[in-house]
T-cell receptor, first 112, second 114 residues
Framework: NAGVTQTPKFRILKIGQSMTLQCTQDMNHNYMYWYRQDPGMGLKLIYYSVGAGITDKGEVPNGYNVSRSTTEDFPLRLELAAPSQTSVYFC???????????FGQGTRLTVV | AQSVTQLGSHVSVSEGALVLLRCNYSSSVPPYLFWYVQYPNQGLQLLLKYTSAATLVKGINGFEAEFKKSETSFHLTKPSAHMSDAAEYFCAVSDADPGNKLTFGGGTRVLVKP
């Protein structure tokens, strides 16, 4: 019963480097999300997707890109890492309607 | 735009005492409301959600929340705190479909003293 799986769990990047945060879910959920969590700020939505081939910006999309080629996978790409992107990143998924979101364990990213 | 305010970023309670976490929201439509809990170094998991079937909602681990439309509030309570309740708690409001996008409050970290 895997749910939402994120890799890696931890990563240190140098300024200007790029990386992809991986997210996969095995619940056949249509909706998937990327949030970032900063202390005292709650979680902010970066990007979301309502189905394969469909993505849209959230509240804080600058510096990130996503793709959704399959129902299961929703990778988040950082092209030119900046210190402001130091955060904990959570992927989540849900079904349509008033349903709960299921969260991964998070990726702690530090940009130095 | 929707917003959520959680009053108090840190709450300290004694074991066995009442836990009260405050949440106020703004929404132009009837909201979908949630409380999530985050244990250290883990993701978020659902405590409870408001479904409009009842204003008093019961969740897991003895928590409950009351929806008060007139006060735009959805406060979370537990009559008797346990050491295992030490965690961070997030109130969230969701858009209707499409998307179910969550807007979170800033979170309240609960410390339970023996």
């Amino acid at each position: 019963n895997a749910g939402v799986t994120q890799t890696p769990k931890f990563r240190i990047l140098k300024i200007g480097q790029s990386m992809t945060l991986q997210c996969t879910q095995d619940m056949n959920h249509n909706y998937m999300y990327w949030y970032r969590q900063d202390p005292g700020m709650g979680l902010k939505l970066i990007y979301y997707s309502v189905g394969a081939g469909i993505t849209d910006k959230g509240e804080v999309p600058n510096g990130y890109n996503v793709s959704r080629s399959t129902t299961e996978d929703f990778p988040l790409r950082l092209e030119l890492a900046a210190p402001s992107q130091t955060s904990v990143y959570f992927c989540a998924s849900s079904r349509p309607g008033n349903t709960e979101a299921f969260f991964g364990q998070g990726t702690r990213l530090t940009v130095v | 735009a929707q917003s959520v305010t959680q009053l108090g970023s840190h709450v300290s309670v004694s074991e066995g005492a009442l836990v009260l976490l405050r949440c106020n929201y703004s929404s132009s439509v009837p909201p979908y409301l949630f409380w999530y809990v985050q244990y250290p170094n883990q993701g978020l998991q659902l405590l409870l959600k408001y479904t409009s079937a009842a204003t008093l909602v019961k969740g897991i681990n003895g928590f409950e929340a009351e929806f008060k439309k007139s006060e735009t509030s959805f406060h979370l309570t537990k009559p008797s705190a346990h050491m295992s309740d030490a965690a961070e708690y997030f109130c969230a409001v969701s858009d209707a479909d499409p998307g179910n996008k969550l807007t979170f409050g800033g979170g309240t970290r609960v410390l339970v003293k023996p």
